[in-house]
């Protein structure tokens, strides 16, 4: 068989068991990642049958799949919501990075792994995962929430945080001296505020440069501005997934939503190809000795990401139920965490069991989010019934 036929077998097999899992996903209420990493840590380097062709499309593809998921992370907000969003969490959002990364930077420590792994896997525990959090409220109906805008506006400071973040990790996973970080850092915050005044003051004209009535027009200028301005982005060491996400930002209006109608498909193609290029990347007979690790940081993150949402939601004059409701909604972890492990595993830089430790979190958490979402106001009602039951009998 010649290379471009397995390359199309290999392939049009790795899609169809994509759909199928997805299926599967949707079927139980969960999100579809854990499954789409199941399968590439079966079909990977020491899996069940190692795909050797579609490995490498999934490589290429991937990376376009994190640019996408950046991109239409952008296309949600405008930088207005972002700057109010900031003003109003900041606080939240502070106790949020502590309480989430320290958990991260401790076992990588603890494993011996360095500054590097250090770093990578504070980003890797830190933040949450804003698609699965997103479809959650929806799924549930809980848009319209008191402690809805807490959720959001601690989702923005860390998306917001990720923009500074990235660079940083880049630049200290590159190896450069502390004098290029500075300067990558000041490149970083500077591309962020420059984007954020163009985007507040002539978002309109960005819009108008990809806008037209022709959707495969419209959809070939956005996909080019998106992969020239990522890879502008990565060039300048400010990381391609932030370079994506400002470009996100810049437009805003019907645009924005235009734009974001046009390329979920494509978007949700590439992202789940993303998830198993980073599953055939690791060796799923690394994951037994760091299960334990990852259990570990499972329990602490989880009752760390519920005790900020529950502070976060108390300072608001919400409730118990909502401040419960709030807690839980964070625990979802999925595309970030991959996309930071893929980023410092790509790079040589870390040692090769943290993708096998941040493979296993991220399946735990990203099945645990959901979970507890559905089930927090039965448990809570439940808690409050017996409270009520004790003090009337006595």
């Known amino acids: 068989m010649n290379e471009t036929a397995l390359a199309l077998i290999e392939l049009g097999a790795v899609l169809f068991v994509l759909g199928m899992l997805g299926r599967v996903a949707a079927r139980v209420g969960m999100s579809p990642i854990p499954l789409y990493l199941l399968g590439g840590l079966a079909f990977g380097e020491g899996g069940i049958v190692e795909l050797g062709a579609a490995n490498e499309f999934g490589h290429m593809a991937g990376e376009i799949g994190v640019v996408l998921l950046l991109l239409l992370l952008g296309l949600e907000y405008t930088a207005a919501e972002l700057v109010t969003g900031l003003r109003r969490s900041w606080a939240a959002g502070l106790v949020d990075l502590v309480a989430n990364a320290t958990p991260g930077v401790v076992v990588a420590l603890l494993l011996g792994w360095g500054v590097n792994g250090a770093i990578t896997l504070a980003g890797v525990t830190y933040i949450s995962s804003s698609g699965i959090v997103a479809k959650v409220l929806n799924d549930l109906g809980r848009l319209g929430n008191r402690e809805t805008p807490v959720i959001l506006s601690i989702l923005v400071f860390e998306d917001l945080a990720m923009a500074m973040y990235l660079p940083i990790l880049t630049a200290v996973l590159a190896g450069t001296s502390l004098l290029s970080g500075l300067t990558v850092l000041g490149l970083g915050l500077a591309t962020v505020t420059l984007v954020l005044v163009v985007a507040l003051r002539y978002g309109r004209y960005v819009s108008a440069i990809v806008d ?27 990381s391609a997934a932030v370079g994506a996400f400002l470009l996100g930002i810049a437009i805003s209006g019907s645009t924005a939503r235009e734009a974001t109608k046009l ?17 055939f990347s690791t060796d799923p007979r690394a994951i037994p000795p ?6 570990l940081l499972t329990v602490v993150t989880v009752l760390t990401k519920v005790a900020t949402g529950w502070w976060a939601a108390s300072r ?30 790509g790079l040589g830089a870390v040692d090769g069991q943290l993708a096998a430790l941040a493979s296993a979190y991220v399946l735990l958490m990203a099945v645990l989010g959901p979970i507890a979402a559905r089930a927090v106001e039965p448990v809570i009602g439940l808690v409050q019934r017996r409270s009520r039951s004790a003090v009337s009998t006595g």
């Open 212 to 238: 037209s009535n022709d959707r495969e027009v419209f959809l070939l200028k956005l996909l080019g501005a998106a992969l020239l301005v990522a890879g502008l982005a990565s060039a300048l060491s400010v």
């Open 263 to 279: 390329l979920e498909p494509i978007r949700d193609l590439f992202a789940a190809i993303f998830f198993v290029a980073f599953g």
């Open 290 to 295: 760091v299960l334990g690790w990852a259990i």
């Open 316 to 345: 608001q004059g919400i409730r118990r139920m909502g401040r419960a409701r709030a807690g839980v909604a964070l625990v979802a972890h999925g595309e970030f965490s991959i996309v930071i492990a893929g980023l410092a595993v």
